[in-house]
């Protein structure tokens, strides 16, 4: 039989809380809670607390246990984030080249028309897709 | 022949405008994105809510300045920065495929918008073609990378798809199980510290009536942020599995990325993980 860490630690949490609570209803039915020399009161309510934090630390592992369970998924997903990255920063490269070839034809067909309207403005057009862009 | 050209290119261009597939991925990792980071206040209240059951054991009236944290809670703190880390690693991964997806969505269709109206109009006119030819040498290439980019999406959707669910499964472990039990823990721990100070009162012959209403209220109070804060923890587990179910269809139909289908496919899942993400922000 396979053993679940996670599910263990998340067990072993409930339990330690159960028995914590079980010693607080203990302690203060109010019958018992009268009955109870001060001294004994305070034993019971370490000890309930004692459980508690027992549980807490349980509870600890059980994070833990699902931290090292999803570790290796995390290597996969860090490797898929930086090949997304990778192919954008591919795409940017691309996408700056035709902007510039772009300016470029535009700026040629203006020469070419004699369109000196144009033209000014096409040579702004290239000089703007030539120059460095910021690549947050 | 011209003109019969102009025509078929306009048809072409008209085909080439419709709406991306990549726009539909961009919008369902950004409700990925936004749904992963409500997780934080979560993972964050965890050590809280430890320190918090640990000063339930302090009598009513101690007015402690300053919390002692034991060690199990800091423990607890450990870990959950932990899963909180896992947690932002997913979300980076659903970041750089928005960037991806998003990645000149917008501009395609508008050149594309672009070249239909000026190859009608040069059509007419009959002016300039070689300028018309270029736009749309350099509009083909950019479809090129389009499709480039939807390879991109696809693969990488599909290569870490069973990995991102069990990150998910494992996320959603974490708050709608142990974080629920610690809740539910710190909620008894609350009542019991009530239920003592009463007895306490009670051996002294010190309670009354306002006190009881006093108290009564406080605990009305209590209740209701305990209540917030388990429904936030059962949301986000349950925006987790609506997240893990709609990345696995889009895992099933990556490949093919038609986009009126796709949109069909991911628009219920955005929807559903825009509606729980206030429901979870709400506690905290």
Known sequence: ?136 | MRAGSAVALVLALALLASCNAPDTVAKFCSSAVATLKTGDALFDDMKASCIREARTFEPVGTFAVSDSSPAACDNVGKQAEGVKAASKILSNYFIALNDLASFGTSKAGDDAKDLLTKASTEAKLGAAPQKALSSVAGFLTRAAMSGYQQKLLADDVVKVHEDVKTVLDGLGEAVGVVYLQQLRDEELKTAARYKEFRLVAEQQHQWTADATLVLDSRWQADRATFAAKQKAALSYQAALETLARGNEDLAAHARSFKAIELAGLLGPYVAQLDSLVPAIQKAF
């Open chain 1, 1 to 136: 039989m396979q053993i679940d860490p996670v599910e263990q630690a998340e067990e072993l949490a409930q339990i330690f809380f159960a028995l914590s609570n079980a010693v607080d209803d203990f302690r203060l039915r109010p019958d018992n809670f009268n009955a109870l020399p001060p001294d004994k009161r305070q034993r019971l309510k370490d000890q309930a607390q004692a459980l508690a934090m027992r549980g807490q630390q349980y509870t600890a592992d059980a994070l833990g246990a699902i931290l090292q369970a999803i570790q290796p998924h995390l290597q996969d997903i860090k490797q898929a984030t930086r090949d997304a990255k990778d192919a954008l920063a591919r795409l940017n490269d691309v996408e700056k080249g035709l902007a510039i070839v772009d300016a470029a034809v535009a700026l040629v067909g203006s020469i070419a028309a004699g369109d000196i309207g144009s033209i000014g403005g096409d040579v702004q057009n290239l000089i703007q897709a030539i120059s460095p862009t910021d690549k947050s």
